[in-house]
Nanobody, 125 residues
Framework: QVQLVESGGGLVQAGGSLRLSCAAS????????MGWFRHAPGKEREFVAA????????YYADSVKGRFTISRDKATNTVYLQMNSLKSEDTAVYYC??????????????????WGQGTQVTVSS
């Protein structure tokens, strides 16, 4: 079992920044990748970013490329999402997720095995 706890959400003005954190505990040694997804009211959950846990390769949705940065600290089993130049359309509940195995695309939520409880990000225009 893996437990994921997100933090760092909040209310920010458009153009501002936030940094989300996701602390993992439990059986973290076999993590393949960590990802961030978001779910806005009236929309489907969408992929935001992912990082390969061992090699550190990163992947981003086109909508956040150049504005968001995913990173990880292997020593503390924490993954971060630095969000800059925030827009109102970034408003959503953000979830981190743990992908145990290499099979399956990183941008598909169905391929992730463990999820955090989510943290609200609200961007005011």
């Amino acid at each position: 079992q893996v437990q994921l706890v997100e933090s760092g959400g909040g209310l920010v003005q458009a153009g501002g920044s936030l940094r989300l954190s996701c602390a993992a505990s439990g059986r973290t040694l076999t993590t393949y990748a960590m990802g961030w997804f978001r779910h806005a009211p009236g929309k489907e959950r969408e992929f935001v970013a992912a990082i390969n846990w061992s090699g550190g390769k990163t992947y981003y949705a086109d909508s956040v490329k150049g504005r968001f940065t995913i990173s990880r600290d292997k020593a503390t089993n924490t993954v971060y999402l630095q969000m800059n130049s925030l827009k109102s359309e970034d408003t959503a509940v953000y979830y981190c997720a743990d992908k145990r195995f290499p099979a399956g695309l990183l941008d598909r939520s169905v391929n992730y095995d463990y999820w955090g409880q989510g943290t609200q990000v609200t961007v005011s225009s």
